[in-house]
C-alpha cells in the first residue's frame, strides 16, 4: 500500500479523488506525465540544485525507491549535528516524507525548508511542510517552525502551531482513505484535470455517469445538493425546465441553478447558449491588450502586448521583465506613454493586464496618472462573454475560451508549451515564444469579442 | 530596496484610489437591474419633500447596502453621474422612506428632470479624500516643523524625554480602574506616547475617556480622532458622561452625531470652521477630516480603534498634537482596504506599526463575556492572557419557559452543527433556524435589544430580518434584533449572539477566503456575546484550504473552533436550505 507521503497532502487540495485513485487506483491506468507537468517538474529541479548550489549542504543519497536506507542515512546525518541536509527522508508506519531540506535551528532544533518555483506562498505548500515537520516531530524533537523558500531564494517563515488543526483534518482524510474507511469520492471535473495522471480513468466515470461537473465550474457540494432535489446527470440539469422549483429542493440560490442549466445546455447541444446583453463600446473598441502572467506563481508578469484591431499588422510587444531586458523601465513607460495617446475602450481578458501595468508601477511610480487613465478605459471581453454567454467549457485563459466557443486558433498547445519553456528555463532567451503566446491571446481575444457581440442580443 | 515610506504610502493611496474608481465603473456598467440585484442602486423612488437639507425621498423596496454617509447620486438611472450628488442619511423602514442630505462638499446640481410617472434612482458615487491624504503625508515627510512626528512613525522617538504627568496613581484609582487599566493610564499622562491594547470588551473606550479627562482637568487640549464618526462620537460620549463640564467639539455634518448628547457637544461642520477658544478642550474629528486641522497644535492626540487606521492616515494625525496615545487591537479589524497589494504597509494600520516599533500595554480584563465564553478568544488570539472578570465571569442567559437544549445557559458556547449543502452565501434552512432561535429568546425574556445575529452576507442577513419581521409582528422595525455583519458590530456587544456563515460550499467560499477567512474578523464574531453565543456552522466548511497563508490561518481557527466548542444538534430539518 502506497504511503501518505508530502505530495499527496499537496496535491489533495486540488481534487479530493485524487489520493484516493493514488492509493487504490488502477495503477496500469496512471498516465504519464503531460509535456507541461513535465517542464515544469524539470524547472523545479533546476531551481532546487541552483539554490542547493548556494548552501552548505550535505546530499541523502539512495538508490531510487530504497526509502529505508535513505532514512537511515537522514538519522545518521541528524545524529552528526550536519547543518543543512538535502533531499533526506522521513518515514514513519504509513507517512513517507521527502523534505528538500532540513536545517539545523539556532535553539538545535531541525526545521523542515522546502523550495517552491513559485513567487508567492501557497497553502499546499504550507500542508506539505506542516506535514513533514510533523513527520520529523515524531522522530527528533518537534520544530515550531516551517520554511518555504520561493523562487527568488526569499524564505517565508511560519509557525507551526498556527496550521496544527488544518493538518490534522487533512491527515485524518488521507488515513480514512488510505484505510478505506471512506469510500471513493467519484470524479469530479475541475480545471486542473487537463494536467491529471489520472484524467483518463476520471473522465471516463464523468462520461459514463454523465456527471453534472462535466459541464464548467460546478462545485462538488452544489452537485451534492442538485443530487438532492433528483438532478443527478448532466442531461438532468440540462432539462430543468423549473429553475425556481429546483432552487427550493436543492436550497441553491435560483440565479445559480439558472447559471447551471445555460452550461450543462452549452455542453450537451455542444454549443454556447447567449442569454445576455453585451455593453455597446464593445462593438467598437479597436484596441486589445494581452499579457503573460505565469498562473501558477500569480504574479510574475513578463510581457505586456498591443493590437489594433482594424490593423492587425500593427503588433507590438512592449516591456518584458525578462532577464535579458536590459531596461524593463523603460519598455514599460514607453508601453504606458503609447497607450495612454490611444483612445477609446481598451479590450482585456480577465485581470492580468490590470494587474500587470499596477504591479509595473514599483518601476516607475511617476507613471501612475498615465497607468490610472489607461486602466480607467479597459473593458473586459471575459466579463462581458460572462455576462451574455454560458459557454460548453472552461474560459480563464483567452484559447481555452476560443476553443470552447468553437472558433479556429491556431496551434494552442504548441505555443503554451513554447512560452512555458522559456519562462522556466533560465538559459532560454527566446522571447519570440512569447510573443507567440501574446500573439495568439490577441487574436483570440478579438475573436471572441466579435463573437460575442454577433451572438448577444443588443444592450 | 524598498522605496522610502512616504512614497510607499502614497503608491498605496493611489492605488486604492484607482480600485474604488475601477469598481465604481464596473458597477456603473451594470445594467440598473444588476445594479439593484448586486446592492448598489435603489430605484423606484420619488420625492416626497425637498428642503434645504436634502430630500425625503418614498422608496417602496430597500436592499440596498448604502450605509449612512454614503455618497450617492440622485438620478434617472441611466446616465449616472448627471444625478444631483447626495449623501446618504437613512432609511425608515416603518414609513418606507429613504433620507438623503445635499452633498455639501460637491458641486451643486438640480435634480434631472424626469417624466410624468418615471421614477428615481439613487446610485453609489465615488468619494475621493486621496488628494487631502496624500498632502498630509507629504507635510509630513517633508515639513521641518513635524519632525518629532516623523521620528515618531518610523520608530526613533525616544521613550525618556521628559514631559508633564497630568495625573497619578491616585486619579487611576479613583476612577476604579484595574491594574492593568491602571498601568496604561499612568504610562498614558507621563510619557510622550503610549499604545494600549485593548481586546474585546476591556474597557478601551473608558480607559480612553480617563485619560482625556485628565488632560482636560490640567487644562489640556485634546484631539480625538478615529476612522468612523461612531468610533469618534463613542469615546466623546464617554467623556461627556465622566465629566460634564469638559468643552467638547465634534466636527462633522448633522447626521454625524449619532450617539451623542447635543446639550453637552458641540458641533462644528468643518475643521477649517473650528477656532481655539483657548484653555481646556476636547475636540473630536475622524482621521478623513483630520488633515482640515493642520497647524494646530494640541496637547495630545488620542486615536480610537488605531487598528482601524492605516498608517497614510495617521499621518495626517501625528502632527497635530504633542503626545500621542492610541488605544486598539491589531487583533480585530484591520483597516479597509480594496485593492490588491504587494506592499505589506498596505494592510498594516497604526496600532500594528505602534505596537511593532515600542511595545504596548494589554488591558488584559474582559468586563464582557463570562468565562467560558472568553476561554477560546483568550487562547486563540490573546496568548491565554485575556480573563473575565470577576463581576461577568459567572454571568449567564437565563430564557423563562421550556426552551431548545441549544439556549440553554451551559454551555455558554455552542456550535449548532449545519447540514446544508450547496449553499455560498444564504440558507434558508440556517436563516430559519437564527430566527427561530431569536423569536425563542425573546419570547422568553431576553431584550430584543440584547440579541443580535452576526451573518457575513447581506443576503442571508435580509432573509433572518425577513423571518424576525414575520415572526415577532409586535416590534417594529426599528425594535427588532439586529442582525447584520460584524463590521457594524465592532465595538458593541449583545447577551445573545448567534453567528451565522450561512455557507457550506468549501470551494465557492475560496473566491473571497480573505473575507472569509479573515482571523481579525472571526476575533471580533467570537467576542460581541456577554452570556451566550450559537455558532450555525457547516462541518463541510472545515474542507476549504485557503490559498493565502493569512486565510489558512483563519480557516484553522475555525478547525480549531469545531474542535473546541461542544457541539448541539437543531432541530430535524431536511437536508437542503
Not at chain 1, 30 to 40: A, D, F, N
Not at chain 2, 251 to 274: C, N
Not at chain 2, 530 to 545: G, N, P, Q, T
Request: hydrophobic content about 45%; aromatic content about 6%; charged content about 25%.
Amino acid at each position: 500500500m502506497r504511503p501518505i507521503d508530502g505530495t499527496r497532502i499537496k496535491e489533495s487540495l486540488t481534487c479530493e479523488r485524487l489520493p484516493w485513485l493514488d492509493f487504490h487506483g488502477p495503477r496500469d491506468q496512471v498516465q504519464q506525465p503531460t509535456e507541461r507537468m513535465r517542464i515544469l517538474f524539470q524547472s523545479g529541479q533546476r531551481l532546487e540544485a541552483r539554490i542547493l548550489a548556494g548552501m552548505d549542504v550535505e546530499s541523502v543519497r539512495f538508490d531510487p525507491g530504497q526509502f529505508d536506507v535513505g532514512f537511515a542515512a537522514t538519522l545518521d546525518a541528524m545524529t552528526r549535528r550536519v547543518p543543512a541536509i538535502a533531499n533526506g527522508v522521513l518515514k514513519l508506519g504509513e507517512f513517507l516524507g521527502r523534505p528538500d531540506l532540513l536545517l539545523l535551528s539556532e535553539a538545535g532544533v531541525y526545521e523542515v525548508a522546502d523550495i517552491k518555483s513559485t513567487q508567492k506562498v501557497h497553502a499546499a505548500a504550507m500542508m506539505q511542510i506542516a506535514f513533514y515537520s510533523r513527520l520529523l516531530g515524531q522522530i527528533a524533537k518537534p520544530p515550531r517552525h516551517g520554511h518555504v523558500i520561493l523562487r527568488s531564494g526569499e524564505r517565508f517563515t511560519f509557525a507551526l502551531d498556527e496550521f496544527a488543526a488544518s493538518l490534522e483534518r487533512l491527515l485524518g482524510r488521507m488515513q480514512s482513505l488510505r484505510n478505506r474507511v471512506d469510500t471513493d469520492p467519484g470524479p469530479h471535473r475541475v480545471e486542473a484535470c487537463v494536467d491529471c495522471r489520472w484524467q483518463a480513468v476520471c473522465m471516463n466515470d464523468l462520461e459514463v455517469a454523465d456527471d453534472p461537473s462535466l459541464a464548467p465550474d460546478l462545485t462538488r457540494e452544489q452537485k451534492g445538493a442538485l443530487a438532492s432535489a433528483g438532478i443527478t446527470t448532466l442531461r438532468a440539469v440540462a432539462a430543468i425546465a423549473d429553475t425556481r422549483a429546483v432552487a427550493d429542493a436543492s436550497g441553491l440560490a435560483h440565479d445559480l441553478v439558472t447559471r447551471f442549466v445555460r452550461r450543462a445546455r452549452a455542453v450537451t447541444e455542444g454549443r454556447p447558449q447567449f442569454y445576455g446583453a453585451v455593453r455597446p463600446e464593445l462593438a467598437s473598441a479597436d484596441l486589445a491588450l494581452a499579457a503573460l502572467v505565469d498562473e501558477r506563481a500569480k504574479d510574475a508578469v513578463v510581457a505586456v502586448a498591443g493590437i489594433v484591431a482594424s490593423r492587425p499588422d500593427r503588433f507590438r510587444v512592449r516591456w518584458m521583465r525578462a532577464r535579458e531586458h536590459a531596461h524593463p523601465e523603460q519598455e514599460f513607460a514607453e508601453l504606458v506613454k503609447n497607450l495612454a495617446r490611444t483612445h477609446g475602450p481598451l479590450l482585456i481578458y480577465g485581470p492580468s493586464v490590470r494587474r500587470a501595468l499596477e504591479e509595473a508601477l514599483d518601476l516607475d511610480p511617476s507613471l501612475a496618472d498615465a497607468v490610472e487613465s489607461v486602466l480607467a478605459r479597459t473593458l473586459d471581453v471575459r466579463g462581458e462573454l460572462r455576462r451574455a454567454c454560458a459557454l460548453p467549457g472552461f474560459d480563464r485563459r483567452p484559447a481555452d475560451a476560443v476553443r470552447a466557443a468553437g472558433l479556429a486558433l491556431v496551434d494552442h498547445d504548441a505555443i503554451d508549451l513554447d512560452a512555458l519553456g522559456y519562462l522556466e528555463d533560465d538559459a532560454r532567451t527566446d522571447v519570440d515564444s512569447v510573443a507567440r503566446w501574446l500573439r495568439r491571446d490577441l487574436d483570440a481575444l478579438l475573436a471572441l469579442r466579435s463573437f460575442v457581440v454577433a451572438g448577444a442580443a443588443p444592450s | 530596496m524598498k522605496a522610502p515610506l512616504p512614497e510607499r504610502l502614497i503608491a498605496i493611496l493611489a492605488r486604492e484610489r484607482r480600485a474604488g474608481a475601477m469598481q465604481l465603473r464596473d458597477v456603473h456598467a451594470l445594467s440598473l437591474e444588476e445594479r439593484v440585484e448586486a446592492g448598489e442602486a435603489v430605484k423606484e423612488l420619488a420625492v416626497v419633500s425637498s428642503g434645504k437639507d436634502g430630500y425625503t425621498l418614498a422608496c417602496p423596496e430597500f436592499v440596498a447596502r448604502f450605509r449612512a454617509g454614503d455618497t450617492l447620486y440622485l438620478g434617472d438611472g441611466t446616465a449616472i453621474d448627471a444625478g444631483a450628488a447626495v449623501v446618504f442619511r437613512e432609511y425608515d423602514p416603518i414609513r418606507s422612506l429613504v433620507l438623503v442630505d445635499h452633498d455639501r462638499f460637491a458641486a451643486p446640481r438640480p435634480l434631472p428632470a424626469v417624466g410624468a410617472g418615471a421614477k428615481l434612482v439613487l446610485d453609489r458615487r465615488d468619494a475621493d479624500f486621496a488628494d487631502r491624504t496624500m498632502a498630509a503625508v507629504r507635510a509630513l515627510f517633508q515639513s521641518p516643523t513635524y519632525a518629532a512626528a516623523r521620528e515618531l512613525l518610523i520608530g526613533r522617538a525616544p521613550r525618556t524625554q521628559a514631559v508633564e504627568c497630568v495625573a497619578g496613581p491616585e486619579r487611576a484609582r479613583a476612577l476604579g480602574l484595574d491594574a492593568t487599566q491602571s498601568e496604561a493610564f499612568s504610562a498614558a499622562c507621563s510619557q510622550p506616547f503610549a499604545f494600549v491594547q485593548g481586546p474585546p470588551g476591556a474597557g478601551k473606550t473608558r480607559l480612553a475617556a480617563a485619560v482625556i479627562g485628565a488632560f482636560v482637568a490640567a487644562g489640556r487640549r485634546v484631539l480625538v480622532t478615529a476612522f468612523t464618526h461612531r468610533a469618534v462620537n463613542n469615546v466623546l460620549e464617554a467623556v461627556a458622561r465622566t465629566d460634564p463640564s469638559a468643552p467638547i467639539v465634534k466636527i462633522g455634518a448633522e447626521r454625524q452625531f449619532e450617539g451623542l448628547d447635543r446639550t453637552r457637544v458641540q458641533s462644528v461642520p468643518t475643521a477649517r470652521a473650528w477656532r481655539d477658544q483657548g484653555g481646556a478642550c476636547v475636540v473630536g474629528v475622524t482621521t478623513h477630516a483630520a488633515p482640515g486641522l493642520l497647524g494646530q497644535q494640541f496637547d495630545l492626540a488620542l486615536v480610537d480603534e488605531a487598528g482601524q487606521v492605516s498608517l497614510a492616515h495617521a499621518c495626517a494625525v501625528l502632527p497635530l498634537a504633542r503626545r500621542l496615545v492610541c488605544v486598539g487591537d491589531h487583533l480585530q479589524l484591520p483597516p479597509l482596504v480594496i485593492a490588491e497589494h504587494r506592499d505589506p504597509l498596505a494592510r498594516r494600520s497604526l496600532f500594528q506599526h505602534m505596537h511593532e516599533l515600542y511595545g504596548s500595554f494589554l488591558l488584559s480584563s474582559t468586563y464582557r463575556m463570562n468565562a467560558e465564553l472568553c476561554e477560546f478568544p483568550s487562547r486563540a488570539f490573546y496568548g491565554g492572557r485575556l480573563v473575565a472578570a470577576a463581576q461577568n465571569a459567572a454571568q449567564r442567559l437565563c430564557i423563562a419557559g421550556d426552551v431548545s437544549p441549544i439556549l440553554a445557559p451551559d454551555p455558554p458556547a455552542v456550535i449548532v452543527p449545519q447540514h446544508h449543502r450547496g449553499a455560498r452565501v444564504m440558507s434558508h434552512a440556517e436563516a430559519r433556524l437564527a430566527a427561530d432561535l431569536v423569536i425563542a429568546a425573546v419570547r422568553g425574556g431576553v431584550a430584543p435589544t440584547e440579541v443580535a445575529v452576526i451573518a457575513p452576507h447581506r443576503a442571508h442577513g435580509n432573509r433572518v430580518r425577513a423571518l424576525l419581521r414575520r415572526g415577532l409582528p409586535e416590534l417594529s422595525a426599528e425594535l427588532l434584533p439586529v442582525v447584520d455583519t460584524v463590521e457594524r458590530l465592532q465595538g458593541g456587544e449583545r447577551d445573545l449572539i448567534v453567528l451565522s456563515f450561512a455557507a457550506s460550499d468549501p470551494q465557492a467560499v475560496l473566491g473571497e477566503a480573505q473575507f472569509f477567512f479573515s482571523p481579525n474578523r472571526l476575533n471580533v464574531s467570537l467576542t460581541r456575546a456577554r452570556k451566550k453565543l450559537i455558532v450555525l456552522l457547516s462541518e463541510r466548511l472545515l474542507d476549504a484550504y485557503p490559498d493565502d497563508p493569512e486565510s489558512l490561518r483563519g480557516s484553522d481557527l475555525l478547525r480549531r473552533l469545531w474542535s473546541t466548542l461542544p457541539r448541539v444538534e437543531g432541530p430535524a430539518s431536511a437536508a437542503g436550505a
